[in-house]
Each structure stands twice: as C-alpha cells, then as structure tokens.
C-alpha cells in the first residue's frame, strides 16, 4: 500500500487514511468483492496504530464502501453502478474543501452512529420545542451519570441545561441578585467576570496561590458568592486539593454564602477516581454546580448544565423558569443517547488511561 500520513496537513490520520482507501475503491484498485489487508497489517505499513485503522474501517461501513464479514475481515461492496446518473453528473463540479483541525479525540464514528440512530428512533419528536429546562431525557441522563461516576446525588428536577457556561453564568447572576459581591479567582476565564460585570454585579478578584484562593484573602472579602474553578483553573492550571474545597464550605458556611463550583473538563483528571465537588461534600452549604461537555466531546457541543441546590429550584423556577431552553432539542437527544449508551463514559476512560500513560513517560 502506497499510502502515507502527513503529521503537518491539519488532517486526523484517520481522515487521511480514509481517504486514501476511497480513492483506490472508487478508482478500482480494490474492485467490488474485494477483501481489504488485515488491521494489523495496514497499521504496520502506515504506521498508525490499529485504533486508527478502525476508526477508518468503521467510517467506510457507516458510508457503504465495504462490509465486515465475520471471522474473514473487510470486503468492498462498492459499485459504481450503484449510483444514479445525477450523482455521476455532480462528480464533475469542483469542490474545494479546507482542512480542518478539530480540537477533539471523540471518536467521529460514534457521533455519527448515535446522530443516525435519534433520526431513526426518535422520528418527528425532534421537530418540537424543547421544554424550558431542557427535555426530561436527557436531565436523567444526565443525573444518572453523575450519581454513577462522581457521587453527585441530584434529581433531574434540578438540572438545568443551557448552551454553555456563559449562558449558565448569566443565569445564575439574575438568580442571586445584583445586590450581592461575587469573589472570583485571580486570574480566571475572562468570561466570568464580563458576564457578572455585565448585569451589574461587583466582583472582587482573589489571587490564587499554589493551592486555590487563600485563606487570608477569603478572610477579607466583603463577598457573600464564591465562583471557584476547583479543577485545572484557567488560565493558571491549579487543581485544589480536598483541604481547600473544605476550606471553601466552612467559608461558605461560616457566613451563609453561597459557592458557585466551575467544574470545566473535571472529567479528564489523570486519577482513577474522579475528583471530589464541592456540591457532593456540601452539607448546609449552598452549591451551585456548572459543567459543559464542550471540552469532553467537541468544541461544536455548546451545552451545559447547571445543578441547583434544593432549597433554590423553587426560586429558580418562579424567577427563571420562563426563559426557553437555548440547545436544540435534536442536540439534547443526540447526548442523552450517548450518555445512556455508555459511549461517552468510554470515551472519557480512554482519554485518561491515554494521559496517565503520557505521565508515566
């Protein structure tokens, strides 16, 4: 096989690879029955891993360019004739397509299996207005996921999804109130403190140390919310340890306030156990948590979620419950589906297995 990667062309190996295999099936160098080299020896003349090649293979199913047989391997079933003469005719306009650099290692393959299958299952339901929370599948899921993988206990009833992080701090600064000072981290994501300025809230800058906010700076804030990044905070990368976030609740408990827990990509820590939140410890404390699967599965996944403590859905509801959910309820389906299937539990354990062996080189 004449094919080569190309490290430099903003391409996935696996796209390359891909489509290199097309054009020799399209051109006839493997003809309709004709069974493809092994995994193992494409991976070995490339030079790409076998995960790579079947990542290749799956998409050449998903297109219909060849067919898995069991126990004997790939075989095209491709034929030109196959194909309408429109289609023929289309082949002759030119179309120039700019490569792309996707910042995500979700398996393309699987996206496109489980957007096929909510067409295929869910039918014209996609095509309604999604209920102002956001659908009630894809809440379950979601507090289904979090009570199995980081010890989050909360119903669906508060879960609130919303089109990413910035959205879901807009709504928590008209929950709270302009009244109150937010203390946020020294430095921080830039949005955070451009949303909450933005609706008149006055926010005081806290300047982290080596393990989150210190003590001493928490002791002189006039502030009665702390928004905290307890894991991997941007920009500066701090993670805090066990003894912060407790010290960050007995704060919160000390003066009745309330934590705003920015849990950003949580999910991709190298330890085999998820990290500890803050709204799982809480007790009389009032968290609010935020998390988005836009680090998780792709830049293009604008969504988010937004869990409240108990004792304020009944005011989120009456305050906030007017606004209409800012994701499109196809796209909800299409994470509920990947959430129950497991798929996207998978793709984060293989994401952490990868980084603790690049620790341990």
């Not at 008209?174 to 609706?199: T, W």
């Not at 500890?276 to 809480?282: E, H, R």
Request: proline share 4%; glycine share 6%.
């Amino acid at each position: 096989m004449n094919y080569a990667i190309d490290q430099n062309a903003g391409i996935s190996a696996y796209m390359q690879l891909y489509n290199q295999l097309v054009r020799d099936i399209t051109t006839g160098i493997y003809p309709f029955g004709k069974k493809l080299p092994s995994k193992r020896t494409i991976a070995a003349e490339v030079g790409v891993s076998v995960i790579t090649v079947e990542h290749t293979l799956a998409m050449l199913c998903d297109e219909g360019y060849v067919e898995p047989r069991e126990r004997s391997g790939y075989f095209v079933i491709y034929r030109e004739s196959d194909f309408l003469t429109e289609q023929k005719a289309m082949s002759s306009v030119s179309v120039v397509r700019q490569p792309v650099h996707v910042d995500s290692e979700f398996p393309y393959t699987v996206m496109a299996r489980t957007i096929r299958r909510v067409l295929m299952d869910y039918g014209d339901r996609i095509l309604v207005r999604s209920p102002n929370h956001g659908c009630s599948e894809l809440r379950n899921e979601i507090s289904a996921y979090l009570a199995r993988s980081r010890g989050i206990l909360v119903e669906p009833s508060r879960v609130i999804i919303g089109s990413g992080a910035e959205y879901l701090y807009g709504l928590i600064a008209q929950l709270i109130g302009r009244e109150h000072i937010f203390a946020i981290e020294n430095p921080c994501y830039d949005k955070i403190p451009k949303v909450y300025e933005s609706m008149g809230i006055t926010c005081e800058r806290l300047s982290l140390t080596a393990d989150g906010i210190a003590r001493s700076a928490l002791e002189k804030t006039h502030a009665t919310v702390l928004h905290v990044t307890p894991f991997n905070s941007f920009p500066s990368g701090i993670s805090v340890s066990i003894s912060k976030k407790k010290e960050y609740l007995r704060w919160a408990a000390s003066r009745n306030a309330i934590l705003v827990e920015d849990n950003y990509d949580s999910e991709l820590t190298v330890l085999k156990k998820a990290e500890d939140t803050l709204f799982s410890m809480a007790a009389g404390v009032r968290v609010l948590y935020i998390n988005t699967f836009s680090k998780t599965i792709a830049p293009s996944m604008r969504i988010g979620y937004l869990l409240l403590p108990k004792d304020m859905t009944e005011r989120f509801n009456e305050r906030l419950g007017f606004y209409s959910c800012t994701v499109p309820l196809f796209e909800q389906y299409v994470l509920a589906e990947l959430l129950h299937s497991g798929d996207f539990e998978r793709h984060i354990n293989r994401v952490r297995r990868k980084k603790r062996r690049m620790e341990q080189t």
